[in-house]
């Protein structure tokens, strides 16, 4: 594919809801488990509470609002009104390793497709999530497949910051028209489109429009899923 008089030579991709999906079983029994050990250090509350907890820890560790884990799960303590010791950060942070490769699964072609696009193209994963998702990157074996990982916990900001997209290109050593953004929500693309990149919609995550600024939006290219891409590439 050709953006203008410019041939595209890099891909970056989004994480969740484009690459993979959070498994409604998995997450439930990773809650679960969180609630057990919260339990057994005195915890009162029920899991709505937790999990209601866990969601406001989780949205301020993708902002890099957290330098470590331990950071992470001592907020999580004080949210539920717990003390931080160290015996329960490690329980915790236990709980949140063995669970890495459950909550998050693959979609259906996923690495086939990264395996095709590996060989054409310079990859770049770029996502909005939590500390700690380097370790289930690794643990669903996507590594090896970018040259670039940008996560905004890391980072310190979310999509569609500008800067998400220009750590990727500054990483990958590209022009924002060599490259195009494949993503399942609408401002994820919003943002990258900015930048200059070129756009390919996934239809196949749970909040497409989730915090679109412009309901109208039209990417350059869309599909249902992640193994149709490389019908546009």
């Not at 999906?21 to 937790?50: H, P, T, V, W």
């Not at 329960?88 to 693959?106: A, D, T």
């Not at 050593?173 to 494949?182: N, Q």
């Not at 994820?188 to 429009?209: C, N, P, W, Y």
Request: charge should be negative; proline fraction near 2%.
């Amino acid at each position: 594919m050709s953006g203008g008089t410019v041939d595209l030579k890099g891909i970056a991709i989004d994480f969740g809801g484009t690459l993979a999906y959070i498994d409604k079983m998995g997450n439930r029994e990773y809650q679960e488990a969180l609630l057990s050990m919260a339990n057994e250090f005195g915890y009162q509350g029920n899991l709505r509470n937790l999990v209601s907890a866990w969601n406001d820890v989780i949205w301020h560790s993708m902002k890099g609002e957290f330098k470590n884990v331990q950071e992470f799960w001592k907020q999580f303590a004080e949210k539920l009104n717990m003390p931080s010791s160290p015996v329960l950060m490690k329980n915790l942070e236990s709980i949140r390793i063995q669970y890495s490769s459950v909550v998050f699964q693959l979609y259906e072609g996923a690495l086939s497709v990264l395996s095709v696009l590996r060989d054409r193209y310079q990859l770049a994963l770029v996502s909005n999530c939590a500390i700690g998702t380097s370790d289930v990157i690794k643990a669903l074996k996507l590594a090896s497949y970018f040259e670039c990982v940008a996560l905004s916990y890391e980072v310190g900001v979310r999509k569609p910051h500008k800067q998400m997209y220009l750590e990727a290109l500054q990483c990958l050593g590209l022009e924002a028209d060599e490259c195009i953004f494949v993503a399942d929500e609408i401002s994820d693309l919003e943002g990258a489109k900015e930048v200059g990149m070129k756009t390919i919609l996934v239809r196949q995550g749970s909040h497409t429009f989730y915090e679109a600024r412009d309901q109208s939006f039209q990417p350059d290219f869309q599909c249902n899923n992640i193994s149709e891409i490389t019908g546009f590439l």
